[in-house]
């Protein structure tokens, strides 16, 4: 039998520690070697920022931008953990927790000293985050349905209620586990049906009718199983997603932007303190009307630069934001645990 | 081994420990499980202004609705274990004892299912079960047996049997390892003596064999207290604890008390552990 020795054993646990600190090499690394690390959504959402940002970016400065996949969640998490390092040096995020970064102070503001395409942001956009960020796309919570299915559609929030509740159709809603249900149904149908976010009692009357003919999806492609499968005829869903599953070869997939106006579901972009100053320069690739452009027409979304010109195709499929209604997501996170509370107990899981 | 600790150590170095084999992969849990879950646990005493707090806890100890989801996780978890014991048991039986040549066949196909990711396995019961999937399609058009199609999805009987189909081969494996065990001649000598198959059975072999089943019952049970996917799929109006605390993460960014949550239904996990070791030690297995 081979004897191991003590040395031999710390010898051994030193080389692996070495290979486990290699590991941590490219991120020190990064802020000397004109490196950063950039966070995008998996699948066709990380192709598109690849081809639209990271490209223009790496050619511009000559840097690399090193793609972390995840979530908003998960990204803010991991700045909270290490916000003197963070491990990410920009961050894609939902409003509601783009605030949270803001008023944890865990993020810059946004100038255009520091972004001169910032200058073609609509205000509204910057100020929804406090000036801590920007959005710079967004979808539309709206009526997704099959057409093969539902011939007339409903038109409004309202008649949607009416025909679900009647058992015209079987919905497919975002399950509150979902974490923009507190703005895409809770507060735009409450708001739709003459509530709004300090009265959202309309909204649960409205549950309460529907209860029988509903089912929850737990993400995105949840939804659309609903209603490839015909587990649901219709549901509340966001515009560009469904122009994607369109494009994917689902020709009997429509949108509707309700006629209250569907909410806008904001992506907004922020770089936490202490990330490489090359940040900027790739947050301002972001916000470039050409690469937004290009991005929309990947995506099917919505973007922000107010010179973004749409082709043909997506022109008619982008509900321009004025046509949107715009939550008030500061308001709504103040009571946002409330409101899941209150769908815990009265509509369960 | 002897070699070891018989020949003295070249000058200057100590023989390694036998211990010391096991240093690695103690320091990787201390690391990766045991200060995480410390941290995790402080966390959830950790007050909203700094200092200690219970009042997470009471919440959700003396909250109905947080009671009511407690008593439905547990509920959840003990159902399809029993269920798939229920199920699994004669499958394992059967490979042992029935299957033969086949046996390599039955495993085969016990284990495939657990090669496809768990997502895929429960969009395939959305497929299935869906208003106009396979299983309607067939019972009203195909069959006419239906005039309009069963609500079959996003009920809590749907995501108790999508569990059961993806916990039941740990249940048959662990109860097959020891059936294996089991020394046919006890058997034999009970039927000689005058027992029934039946008798036999239930005063012989099902004892010898508790063991395996208690295994496979602390295995499913784990498992499913702490499934996530399958009820967020197909949960059906189910709320148990891990939905809360994804909720809490996700949603309400509440981390102390997903940290509390998370305490109690760890907690959960190890009284029920122990119970089933109790169970099972006092039944004889």
Not at chain 1, 13 to 27: F, N, Q, V
Not at chain 2, 187 to 213: C, H, K, N
Request: glycine share 10%; aromatic share 10%; net charge negative.
């Amino acid at each position: 039998m081979t004897k191991l020795t003590r040395r031999q054993l710390l010898g051994t646990g030193a080389a692996l520690g070495t290979t486990l600190a290699a590991g941590a090499l490219p991120r020190m690394a990064s802020a000397q070697s004109g490196e950063i690390t950039v966070t995008a959504f998996g699948g066709v959402w990380e192709e598109a920022v690849r081809s639209c940002f990271v490209a223009p970016f790496e050619e511009k400065t000559g840097a690399k931008a090193n793609v972390s996949l995840g979530g908003p969640a998960q990204w803010l998490a991991q700045v909270e953990a290490d916000p003197s390092d963070p491990p990410v040096d920009m961050l894609i995020m939902t409003p509601d927790l783009a605030l949270a970064a803001a008023d944890a102070d865990l993020v810059e503001d946004f100038t255009v000293e520091k972004l001169p395409n910032l200058a073609e942001i609509p205000q509204q956009f910057t100020d929804s985050v406090k000036g801590k960020g920007t959005i710079f796309d967004y979808g539309v919570g709206g009526i997704t349905y099959n057409k093969q299915v539902v011939s007339e559609p409903p038109k409004s929030f309202a008649e949607f209620v009416d025909r679900v509740a009647d058992g015209e159709f079987i919905a497919s809603l975002p399950s509150i586990s979902y974490a923009v249900t507190p703005i895409m149904l809770i507060w735009a149908m409450a708001e739709a049906l003459g509530g709004g976010v300090d009265n959202v009692d309309p909204f649960f009357e409205a549950m309460a009718k529907m209860k029988d003919n509903v089912v929850f999806w737990g993400g995105p492609n949840d939804f659309f199983n609903h209603l490839a499968s015909g587990e649901a005829d219709l549901g509340i869903y966001f515009d560009g997603r469904t122009w994607n599953h369109y494009d994917s070869g689902a020709e009997w997939i429509d949108f509707i932007n309700p006629e209250e106006g569907g909410s806008l579901n904001g992506v907004a972009v922020q770089i936490p303190k202490n990330a490489d100053p090359l940040a900027w320069d790739y947050v301002n690739e972001i916000l470039d009307a050409q690469n937004q452009a290009k991005f929309a027409k990947i995506m099917n979304y919505g973007v922000t630069n107010r010179n973004v010109t749409y082709d043909e195709v997506l022109a008619p499929r982008v509900t321009p934001w004025q046509k949107t209604v715009f939550p008030p997501y500061a308001r709504i996170i103040e009571v946002r645990n409330e409101w899941v509370d209150r769908w815990n107990r009265e509509i369960g899981g | 081994m002897t070699e070891m600790t018989d020949v003295s150590p070249p000058r200057g170095r100590t023989a390694l420990r036998p211990w010391m084999l096991v240093l690695p992969a103690l320091l990787f849990l201390a690391g990766f499980f045991v200060a995480p879950l410390i941290d995790n646990g402080a966390r959830s005493f950790l007050g909203e202004e700094g200092g200690f707090t219970l009042a997470r806890y009471w919440q959700l100890l003396s909250d109905r609705f947080y009671l009511g989801v407690i008593f439905e996780t547990v509920a959840l978890s003990a159902g399809v274990t029993l269920i798939s014991a229920l199920i699994g048991y004669p499958v394992a039986y059967f490979l042992v004892r029935k299957a033969g040549k086949w046996s390599g066949l039955v495993i085969f196909l016990l284990i495939a299912p657990l090669l496809t990711s768990i997502i895929m396995r429960t969009f395939g019961w959305q497929v299935l079960f869906a208003r106009r999937g396979l299983v309607n399609n067939l019972l009203v058009d195909q069959i006419g047996l239906l005039d309009r199609p069963l609500r079959l999805l996003n009920t809590p009987e749907i995501a108790i049997a999508a569990l059961v189909h993806v916990l039941v081969p740990f249940m048959v494996l662990s109860i097959a390892s020891v059936l294996q065990g089991v020394d046919r001649r006890l058997e034999e000598s009970a039927q000689m003596l005058g027992a029934g198959r039946v008798r036999t059975f239930f005063e012989v072999t099902l004892p010898l064999s508790l063991d395996g089943v208690g295994t496979g019952a602390i295995l499913v049970f784990m498992i499913a207290n702490g499934s996530f996917v399958t009820l967020v799929l197909l949960g059906g109006g189910l709320q148990t604890l891990p939905l809360l605390i994804y909720q809490q993460f996700n949603t309400t960014r509440d981390f102390g008390m997903a940290s509390a949550m998370s305490t109690i239904l760890l907690v959960i996990a190890l009284v029920c552990l122990w119970l089933q070791l109790r169970l099972v030690r006092r039944q004889g297995g």
